[in-house]
């Protein structure tokens, strides 16, 4: 059959490379000896069509008049198609006249003389060539796309690069890859990058859009997918690009069209130059999907582990450049003013609960929030005796600086230092000016303050960021700094050629992030750690803790914990108040303690509220008996009810009523391979008992097949043997308030 496909394949190429508009080429097909991999030798038995296996994914590419295009994408395990009947183009580029800014767009099916695919069987590599554009105002540009398989993982594995010898029209962005994949029928998901991650049911049926521009604190990680758990099918899109690179990922839902679009957009570094051409940062891949979020995020944090440059060294105990206490802080709060304010209330929480807390100082210093940044100093009177004070009793102080912005009018309403020092390092539009931004504080003279986001490749802001850290830690021993919006706000399309790096698009943005960390972290003492707001992946080498007060969001599964735990400490939820504030906070604690975060952040007065306070209590002792799973462990497959959990739903006020409905019963696992046990924590955040039996598969966690030992960990934690038949069976009841943690050790793998 082979050798009849190869035949046909060579007849066929040679008639198509007389074709002017369509050419497929083989190379070496007939006379090449056979590689050792798998060969993903296309099928061309329906002319204009190639079709290409990978494993279980087979996509099929057909000439179209002027360009190529996907037809399809067929999962031929259970024979379902995945391409929407409206396909979107395999890549769309983005083109800007050098003169007058107009933007046209070049797409992969139309607008090209010359469209070649070209089998390599040596390599095993399938190469896509685009040129001649049939618009001549673009001659000089052309495409090229190559496609490695993955015959086991059922992958296909893209790498792009554009040519422009254009003098006139520059690449400004380029879209790629997006695929439109149909609606996968009743149970059919879709994983979006918004918080911790998003699993939505609704994106085929909603013109819903989800996602933003990376990296940033809403928009993560870079990778999507859309799956049916039950028909055991769907695809995994990755761009897997080392360097963190900017650019825009979304899931938009088209239900005119019964279609999900899964986009990835990069401004082209030096956007807007003539003659620059384009390389994708990384690959994508795009990846048959047999599972759900979770089995999509094995695939992602597959990829982190081996390549990209924000994964930290780990050892035995995690992150050993982290310091231990930081590592196994059970709870955080938050408050701030001056120490006679704040200090005697985190003592007195600190010891009601009688364990290590982490305190997030804010208002240390003499100027307002959000205004004369960053002239953080002097500091309020007593700071530095609160922060001697608050260690002596088992408070770790960590205080706020924001690690981003500096003031036009940094003293009250006048110019002091913006202008004359920092304005040459400050992010600038393509007109020059800077770029700035406003968050509601005021001047002096009542005027908005209006803050210039600084560029952190300049040699400027790294310096100033860093003799900040550096004073805070050296002249009043903090335990802590805290960065603000690093790895929260997306990164800024600067401009400015005297700062050295690429204008606009590019990984520049985030390298410039970890030299100025880089130093911080050589020069800071040992014991000390460094953290930042919310949870944007390329920083996390970097960092010791991220700021998840943000994940707030209705249909939040814990992808980001599923690739990162272990990896960077998460902690700190915005608790908030309201008419349903009790259920809210048990809601909130149960998700973080499930999602392996440390509890947090409250104000200290959250212990006054009798409603509440118990659970959260708890809560906070079990992160603390159970710690080690969380910063040496990785997040296991979250179990599930045989029977479903009835559902709870309260007003998170993350941004004024703010209605969330989540499982009454939380559910999380965590595991320490190299100890073989495995934790599953089962927290009832509701009124009502509950009582099911465990469904999950045991291959999933440590104890498969082995002999197992059982305990039950109680807040306290006093253990209480669990005997246990078949865990994966086992019946469960989860008293109302309350967390169930089942601790297994396995004999041996
Ligand atoms: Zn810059």
Redesign the pocket.
């Known amino acids: 059959m082979r050798r009849q496909k190869s035949t046909d394949l060579h007849r066929l190429s040679a008639a198509l490379l007389v074709c002017t508009t369509w050419h497929l080429f083989v190379a070496g097909s007939v006379y090449a000896a056979r590689p050792k991999v798998p060969a993903s030798r296309p099928d061309v038995s329906v002319p204009g069509r190639i079709g290409i296996p990978a494993g279980d994914l087979r996509i099929v590419l057909q000439n179209v008049e002027r360009g190529l295009r996907v037809a399809s994408l067929l999962d031929t395990g259970t024979g379902q198609e995945l391409l929407a009947a409206e396909p979107l183009p395999l890549f769309s580029v983005v083109l800007r006249d050098t003169q007058t800014k107009e933007l046209l767009t070049l797409t992969a099916d139309s607008g090209w003389k010359q469209a070649l695919a070209a089998y390599s069987e040596t390599r095993n590599r399938h190469t896509l060539t685009f040129g001649n554009p049939t618009d001549d105002r673009f001659a000089g540009i052309g495409v090229e796309l190559t496609l490695d398989v993955d015959t086991v993982a059922g992958a296909l594995i893209w790498d792009m690069k554009i040519a422009n010898e254009n003098p006139q029209w520059a690449l400004w962005h380029v879209v790629f890859p997006q695929v439109a994949l149909r609606d996968l029928g009743e149970g059919a998901k879709v994983f979006a990058q918004v918080t911790s991650g998003v699993e939505l049911s609704t994106m085929w049926a909603k013109a819903d859009k989800r996602g933003g521009t990376y990296p940033g604190g809403w928009t993560a990680m870079q990778y999507m997918a859309a799956y049916n758990p039950v028909r055991g099918t769907g695809l995994y899109l990755g761009m897997h690009d080392p360097w963190g690179s900017t650019k825009d990922i979304f899931a938009q839902g088209w239900p005119d069209k019964q279609a999900v679009a899964l986009t990835f957009d990069h401004p082209v570094p030096n956007m807007g130059k003539p003659g620059v051409g384009f390389e994708l940062p990384g690959v994508a891949r795009w990846q048959l999907l047999r599972g759900d979020w979770f089995d999509a995020a094995m695939i992602y944090r597959n990829w982190v582990v081996n390549d990209a440059k924000w994964w930290p060294s780990l050892g035995p105990d995690g992150r050993e450049d982290t310091p231990k206490w930081m590592r196994e802080l059970p709870a955080w709060v938050m408050t701030g003013g001056p120490a006679s304010d704040c200090v005697p209330k985190v003592k007195a929480f600190a010891q009601a609960i009688a364990l290590p807390t982490g305190f997030h100082w804010y208002n240390w210093h003499e100027i307002p929030f959000d205004n004369d940044y960053p002239h953080y100093f002097p500091v309020k009177d007593g700071f530095s005796e609160g922060v001697a004070e608050l260690k002596a009793a088992g408070v770790y102080p960590m205080p706020y600086i924001n690690g981003r912005l500096w003031d036009l009018h940094d003293k009250g309403a006048e110019d002091w230092e913006f202008t004359k020092t920092a304005r040459p390092?400050?992010?600038?539009d393509e007109d020059g000016s800077p770029c700035t931004e406003s968050y509601g504080s005021k001047e002096t003279d009542g005027n908005s303050v209006t803050l210039a986001v600084m560029?952190?490749?300049?040699s400027l802001w790294q310096n100033q960021v860093r003799d900040i850290v550096l004073r805070l830690f050296n002249d009043y021993g903090v335990s802590g700094v805290y960065i603000d919006q690093i790895a929260a706000a997306a990164p800024?399309l600067?401009?400015?050629a005297?700062?050295g790096?690429d204008l606009g698009g590019g990984p520049?943005w985030t390298e410039?992030y970890w030299k100025m960390l880089d130093a911080i972290r050589a020069a800071k003492p040992a014991d000390r750690m460094l953290t930042t707001e919310c949870n944007a992946e390329p920083y996390i080498k970097w960092l010791d803790g991220y700021l998840t007060w943000h994940w707030q969001n209705q249909d939040m599964v814990p992808a980001f914990s599923a690739v990162y735990g272990g990896a960077v400490q998460m902690f700190g939820r915005a608790y908030r108040s309201g008419p349903t504030q009790d259920l809210a906070n048990r809601m909130k604690a149960g998700q973080q303690l499930v999602y392996g975060e440390q509890i947090g952040w409250f104000g200290p007065e959250i212990l006054d509220r009798a409603d509440s306070a118990p659970f959260v209590r708890d809560c906070i002792a079990l992160r603390y008996q159970l710690r080690e799973y969380f910063y040496r462990g990785r997040m296991a497959r979250p179990p599930r009810f045989a029977t479903p959990a009835p559902t709870v739903t309260a007003d998170w006020q993350w941004s004024n009523e703010w209605l969330v409905t989540t499982d009454a019963v939380l559910t999380g696992a965590w595991w320490i391979p190299q100890d073989n046990k495995t934790l599953l924590l089962l927290a009832n955040v509701s009124d009502t008992p509950f009582t099911s039996r465990l469904s999950l598969n045991p291959k999933d966690y440590t104890f498969s097949g082995k002999p197992i030992a059982a305990s039950v960990v109680h807040p306290d934690g006093t253990r209480t043997p669990l005997a246990l038949d078949a865990i994966d069976q086992a019946n469960v009841e989860i008293p109302a308030r309350s967390i169930v943690a089942w601790e297994i050790q396995s004999a041996d793998r």
């Open positions: 390092a400050a992010t600038k560029c952190p490749t300049t800024r600067c401009f400015d005297s700062h790096h520049w410039g």
